[in-house]
């Protein structure tokens, strides 16, 4: 972006590696694929859902893009952890 506004990595379309300002590269994904992908990896939404302890039918929700804003500890469940970055407009 280079309107100035905050850049919410949890959100973003694609997958990439991005530092994180401290020497760390982190991976960046979004909601949607990383849910999907825990559902891969569990062998279906019930045993994804049971595996995480999220609710069935929210897990779904993530997964559909019909939820977007998951709490800290919803995100660390998923493995993920919400990254704000600023960029020079």
Do not use: W
């Not at 979004?30 to 069935?56: F, P």
Request: with cysteine; charged share 25%; hydrophobic share 40%.
């Amino acid at each position: 972006m280079t309107d100035g506004r905050a850049h919410d990595l949890v959100g973003c379309a694609q997958s990439h590696r991005v530092a994180d300002g401290f020497g760390n590269l982190m991976e960046e994904t979004t909601i949607r694929d990383r849910v999907r992908a825990l559902i891969t990896q569990h062998g279906g939404l019930l045993e994804a859902s049971r595996a995480l302890k999220i609710d069935k039918a929210y897990l779904r929700r993530l997964s559909t893009g019909e939820k977007t804003n998951p709490s800290t500890t919803m995100l660390a469940r998923l493995g993920l952890r919400k990254v704000t970055v600023f960029v020079l407009s």
